[in-house]
Each structure stands twice: as C-alpha cells, then as structure tokens.
T-cell receptor, first 112, second 113 residues
Framework: GESVGLHLPTLSVQEGDNSIINCAYS??????FIWYKQESGKGPQFIID?????DKRQGQRVTVLLNKTVKHLSLQIAATQPGDSAVYFC???????????FGTGTKLQVIP | DGGITQSPKYLFRKEGQNVTLSCEQN?????MYWYRQDPGQGLRLIYY???????QKGDIAEGYSVSREKKESFPLTVTSAQKNPTAFYLC????????????FGPGTRLTVL
C-alpha cells in the first residue's frame, strides 16, 4: 500500500474498545469541520462533517465533537473494529470549493 | 457501478518529461479536484474545476496543468517545471454545493527517476 502513514501520530486500540482521534485546527472562521478515512492503498473516504455552530454530531458508530473555545475537534469511534484501521484526516472548510484544507492525519491501528 | 477512476495505479517517468494522469467519474458530479499527497502530510489542492471548460488554481498549482473538456474527465499534466513531482496524486469529485463530501479515486503513484 501507499506510504502515506509514515511519520504520522499513531493510535493503537484494542478491538471492541472506543477510539478517540483528536485534531487541532487553526482557522476560527471555518464553516465546517470534516473527517475522512483513508485505508492503505485507497483514496480518502468521507465519514462525517459538523457545522461550526454545532458542538456534537453523531453518525453510524461515530461521534464528532467540536470545542471552539480551544479549537479542538475529535472523532469518536465506538466498538472499534479491524476494518477501522486507517489514517484519519480532519479537514476544515472555510467556504467554497478551494477552502477545504486537510490536516496531516492520525493512523489508527486496531489490535485484534 | 458509479465511481471515480484513476489510471494507472503506478507511473514511472524520466526527469524532464511531461506526464498526464487521467481521472474519470460517472457520478454526474459538477466539481472535480486534484490533490497531491506526500508521506506524513495531508492532501494539498493542486487544481479544481466547478464546471466544464473552467478550472481554478489551488494552493500548489505551479508546474501542473489541467483541462476540463468533458464533465466526466479532469486530466492532470505534471510538467517538467514541477520541481519535485514524485508523489501520490488523488482526484476527487463532488456535487455542487456539497464540497465537504468529496469522492476520491484510488490515486496514482508517480515516480520520476
């Protein structure tokens, strides 16, 4: 697969446990915050987004929390499965096509 | 089976040669994007296109060129002017107005020797 996971912070989680992936953002003017998942050798896949006027949003087995006070975003994955092993990117959208800015990513390793 | 395709998966070129990476989508999306990904880094936007015959530079457009003659196709040319072309290139598309949810292709790994 691709070497996009090299030199990334890594989170190791036991299968069945909950995972929390964190992200710090810099642009207070961002309208949306987004999470993507990238499996080895594949392109990123959209997971969930949250508008800047919200604090929490839930999806299927995932929850995104937004703390604007400290400019912090987190993705919680419930009952982590081996298929969740991937690199997770947070991204910001400050408006328009050209304004989706991706972070550097966190590698999630699920231990069977 | 709808999706976005990129070919080839791996591409090798000699230094000084231009090379064109293909990107095709059958999702009927209006917007298409090209990103570059380097190890340990996030995605950086090279070019994007909102409609046919229109495209805009992203953050790192120098040394790259694109065309959008058809809605389904958005090829990227890596020119000899690009100083460090070896990278993983990702193409994406989205519906107009849903820019957060971009659909990505599998990527092309370009190695310039």
């Amino acid at each position: 697969g691709e070497s996009v996971g090299l030199h990334l912070p890594t989170l190791s989680v036991q299968e069945g446990d909950n995972s929390i992936i964190n992200c710090a953002y810099s642009n207070s003017a961002s309208d949306y915050f987004i999470w993507y998942k990238q499996e080895s050798g594949k392109g990123p896949q959209f997971i969930i987004d949250i508008r800047s006027n919200m604090d929490k949003r839930q999806g299927q087995r995932v929850t995104v929390l937004l703390n604007k006070t400290v400019k912090h975003l987190s993705l919680q994955i419930a009952a982590t499965q081996p298929g969740d092993s991937a690199v997770y990117f947070c991204a910001e959208n400050s408006g328009g096509y050209q304004k989706v800015t991706f972070g550097t990513g966190t590698k999630l390793q699920v231990i069977p | 089976d709808g999706g976005i395709t990129q070919s080839p998966k791996y591409l090798f070129r000699k230094e000084g040669q231009n090379v064109t990476l293909s990107c095709e989508q059958n999702l009927n999306h209006d917007a298409m994007y090209w990103y570059r990904q380097d190890p340990g880094q996030g995605l950086r936007l090279i070019y994007y296109s909102q409609i046919v015959n229109d495209f805009q530079k992203g953050d790192i457009a120098e040394g790259y060129s694109v065309s959008r003659e058809k809605k389904e196709s958005f090829p990227l040319t890596v020119t000899s002017a690009q100083k460090n072309p070896t990278a993983f290139y990702l193409c994406a598309s989205s519906w107009e107005g849903t820019y957060n949810e971009q659909f990505f292709g599998p990527g092309t790994r370009l190695t310039v020797l």
